[in-house]
């Protein structure tokens, strides 16, 4: 799992990413002889980065601009860390001392929907993005022209139709969809559900880990089992993962329950998202007792300035941190949700990533030099 | 994980269960040396049931008598599977052609509140429980003398404040509490925060795996890091998970959204608990696609009343698997929470529980008898 | 594996263990319908010490009183580690800064043979004794009345045919016996070839790891498979592994070929038993650079004898390390057999088992305190 | 694990494989700053097969060529599977019904030696072949010019003498080398002690699984730990495998003694070899009842004649299992080695790579279809 996931361009300044470019698919193939109500077999064989591109990025949103689960938290200072991947492993730069193994899967696998599929959630969607209407970030996203990459050779008014009517692949759906479940891995044999003649296969947004390599290839092989949607009860794909995804015993496991202790401290009544961040915010917390602050190289004119750069750096190594759970093989179970008021949800760092020993010592930590990540440049930092 | 478990006294009439014992816990124990700000170090050696005790319980409640995460779904005619202990493995008479390891850990262990910490749960409690004034079942539990057991030996007006003032042990809270985490299971290492002299750990609630043993034995000991709230960031506990937690490397992977499109299909924003119910139900939907229904060998005066005969048996069918996942080493991950609106979370069932194949196949499922599950005999079933 | 292990009583001096009690066995039991052909099928559900006695031994033979695989490398000065049971784990305090998680089993679990294969096992090992007459320790045990534990109600003439024809269980055979294999450990299903009417099930020399815990609790269940004999090809059980043996991800793995380069350089010819010890030696090698050497505190007369003190204790790490080998959970694994002359076995440590890192480092090893093992005290050392 | 292993090219007909062919190897690269005494660090960072020959072999050879452990038991009718790797998986024509995650990694790497321990080698594998000079087939291969590859460039003395005095590649040995070890995959990071200036890196040998695919590539980076020799006690290479390795955590287990019972029924003395062999024919008897035969759509002219195919086809599903053993990830443990005089040796066998269920079943086994495997056509098969 990873939900503080998000990618951008290999830009300098990361503040101008374009979202619509967020993630590249391609497709839709057809596969002969499937029909509504078949369940289409899609065998993973691999996810393999682009030989001449061996890299990524992990990023975080402004506010403005995409912001993510953790927005208000981070106020998001868009950031970034990038990822060098070597064979089966990535590291990076900008968050020295963790080596992990990739779990290279398509963040972005499904089928395509029926037009009474897609009626359905244009509909639901539309209902909630009017009830938060003036929401930053927005709620959710209606169908929109701008940025929809659709086939080149489509006469014109069918371009225009798609892009009044399609819906933006931003979140997974029934279809799958951009569900970024990072063991949906090469290997896995997944099962969807068929909405259309064809099946119309479409898949993208591929990533290294859960943090994006973004661009890369993938091969899959497909077959169909006739009336599969009925028979297996398909409401949303299913899948069996990979016999290879990385094994990393020893976890060290943090809690969240469903108040928000790191904000205002409201109760909320069995809400598994707050408790999964206050699980990752715990994770980010300790990962910070064990990372050294590095003061930049710059010198200043006043002792009050050197005061505001360390406090920023300290906001630094947090975003690492916070990058790293966006990129590294952690796992988020749904601990309990039956307990009110608090659901619980916990959060599992493998401690094999690391150089060091993470795990918790009479003496304390051991600091880790996380060094300083990628940030805008922009004249202050 | 599971959210579903829930469990009850092995009355033959599951109506008139008492919540207030639904766990019974042990302690507080004192750990001398322990301070507010240390850090309590419990390894929990091991977990066994009684030896002339060896079974336990998963049930449903009625909505009226505590209810559940899907109490609406299921419509809550409580109901409950027995569980056999032989030796590691647990199996059912009300579940068939399944056996699994047990990840027996306890349902509740943590340390005390201080009197400041306890302050803040029954104040944001209290608020939650205002908001939602006549929800039925209740979103949460104010402090309640009835059915508050404490110690005997403590003087009456001693017993009078605490039934007053603490808190119910139903939710988890920052100090641990009834977080019913699987892993935290036998041979795992946790740290927790100490918030008053002495730590006083209680523990309860111990459970065979997830479904109940209600009643065993927990081995633990303890050391102290002193300091370490503050060495360690700790806003809640944190653990290591056992090396004995059983291993099913195959697993079936369902996936859930957060749009209840088992329910009235409205889209929720980016709410994990909703996507973990769409998962478990779709779970649930496939597992009753694995199992025969039983016709009962009764002889009733009408053709339609065998037809709602089978209907209900139907409903059975789907009880059986609820009670299922509430008890087998199921585990459900935390998928994706930054693609709006839409949460994605995944439930995994491993497939080695079963005697039978219980995988997609082109011919369809190979049906189970999952037999019957004993419910409540008021004259109509 | 462990070829290392050994065990016997908890005398203070270990010269005079009586090797005729290295394992208690409990049985013969007859399950009734088993025919010869039959495979009987065990479930070994549960394998725990005895409440009181949670502790258990590991030891190295004298070369003239049983030896062992490295009898003639440690010159065998009689030695041995006590392990103390702490619900699922096990520490030794002669062996400091270990704790691993048990994988109980039967060391011996098998059923009876027929007249036929009995005559078969005296044959053959009759011919290999004979043919290595004066070997010390002996290459095999002939029947010998002497220490032959059998049924106490037994009528005198067949007691005394027992003691004069019945195999000695030391080593394992086609029906199972005293394989000592660490995986057919509680939790496994076991198939056993049916010789005799019954089954006649003996099971025995318990382990709480490798290392003995020698007395405690077996829990199983049977079966039977008419003609499980012919169906499955049955010439010795098979079994499948129980799934909560202990889980250590990270392992550091040593190899070795069939070269004794250990001791006079010889050349074997695909010598899997040779290369077996070469890859122990390289482990315990690499484990002794681990260990910091222990000064007794002992005041001598002579410089002269404190050289030799030195010298000595560095035998007994090295004594440590095999003692170890013995008991934690360590896999060897048959690498190559085909390319001559070369066997290549591996022996793989988990490193999760030591409280401090073992894994090679730049700066060279971190020394861990090994302390000082229990040895014979017959005033030298 | 394989014993069985062996490769050959994709003639048609195998009895003409050229032995000296058998593995390509890459190399020496020198290593800037090695040293005798230190520790060549090297992470094997991914292995791949060519993009253009995604495929592999697996082979049994001839007696008179090579032959392997099984040389006589199967006597020897040289027979191959080809293996198509698609993705992360292989599957064979020859061997239908099993599909299996590759471990891919080099069968053989290894540091040069210096000149004084290429003449042990010499010396030492000389006097074995003295010992058995007319071994069929040979235990040892002295050094040979027919056959030896060398670099192009180095003037004809040079050649001559490194033909007349180079070790063969055939047997692993001290400096790591043809171990072919299935763990040593992508992913591990191996500690290769250096016997000469600039280490002398060689690799190749590559195998897609313990089959073989032959050709490929492998991507490793290096490093230096200065007096790693010493540091870490090396004997002969050590090793952390990869995290990525295929998880099947369901297993069928066969056991071996060192008794030749699928032979002459001879007992030895604590021989793992002898029980390796075993557990393998176990293992290949069970497998053959899980397998139709398949007959020959050919028309003969004798009732005879049909009889005899049947019964070459019997040894033809030996055959593929024997085959099958050798290319799939099973994995042999030495179980025991200190019960006199029996050596018991394990073999496990993942059943999730099968597409049935191949587990003890009371009725029996499901026969799988094995098809039939490439045998020479001669004229008789």
């Not at 689960?69 to 200072?77: G, H, I, M, N, P």
């Not at 003649?197 to 091969?219: M, P, W």
């Not at 069995?270 to 010198?299: E, F, G, H, P």
């Not at 300290?314 to 309990?336: I, W």
């Amino acid at each position: 799992m990873t939900v503080l996931s998000s990618i951008f361009a290999a830009s300098d300044d990361v503040r101008d990413v374009d979202l619509s470019k967020v993630h590249n698919l391609s497709g839709p193939v057809a596969v002969e002889g499937a029909e509504p109500g078949d369940c289409l077999v899609v065998d993973i064989l691999d996810v393999v980065p682009f030989e001449k591109m061996p890299w990524g990025y992990t990023g975080i949103f402004e506010l403005e601009n995409g912001g993510g689960l953790f927005a208000r938290e981070f106020k998001s200072r868009a950031c970034k860390a990038i990822w060098d991947i070597h064979g089966i492993y990535a590291s990076s730069r900008h968050i020295p001392g963790v080596r992990f193994a990739g779990v290279s899967h398509p963040g972005l696998i499904g089928t395509a929907p029926s037009a009474e599929l897609l009626a359905t959630w244009n509909k639901r969607e539309g209902a909630l993005i009017e009830a938060h209407a003036n929401a930053v970030p927005p709620v959710a996203f209606a169908p929109n022209p701008t940025g929809a990459h659709v086939g080149q050779d489509l006469p014109d008014d069918v371009r225009e139709k798609i892009g009044k009517e399609g819906a933006r692949t931003i979140p997974g759906r029934e279809h799958g969809g951009n569900c970024d479940i990072k063991n949906l891995s090469r290997g896995s044999r997944c099962y969807f559900p068929v909405f259309v003649k064809g099946a119309n296969l479409s898949v993208g947004d591929l990533h290294f880990s859960q943090g994006d390599g973004e661009a890369g290839i993938i091969t899959f092989k497909t077959s169909i089992i006739k009336g599969g949607v009925e028979k297996f009860a398909l409401k949303q794909p299913i899948f069996v993962p990979s016999p290879i995804d990385p094994l990393y015993s020893q976890k060290l496991v943090f809690e969240g329950i469903s108040v928000d202790y790191h904000g205002d401290g409201k109760q909320y009544n069995m809400d598994a998202t707050v408790a999964y961040k206050q699980a990752a915010l715990n994770a980010i917390a300790y990962l910070m007792k064990a990372s050294r602050l590095v003061v930049l190289a710059i010198v200043r004119k006043s002792i009050r300035f050197c005061l505001e750069l360390t406090i920023k750096h300290m906001r630094l190594a947090r975003e690492q941190a916070y990058l790293l759970l966006s990129a590294a093989p952690v796992e988020s179970h749904v601990g309990a949700v039956v307990d009110s008021p608090n659901a619980c949800v916990t959060l599992a760092i493998p401690t094999g990533i690391f150089d060091h020993d993470i795990m918790p010592k009479e003496e304390g930590l051991k600091k880790l030099d996380f060094g300083q990540c990628a940030i805008r440049s922009d004249g202050v930092l």
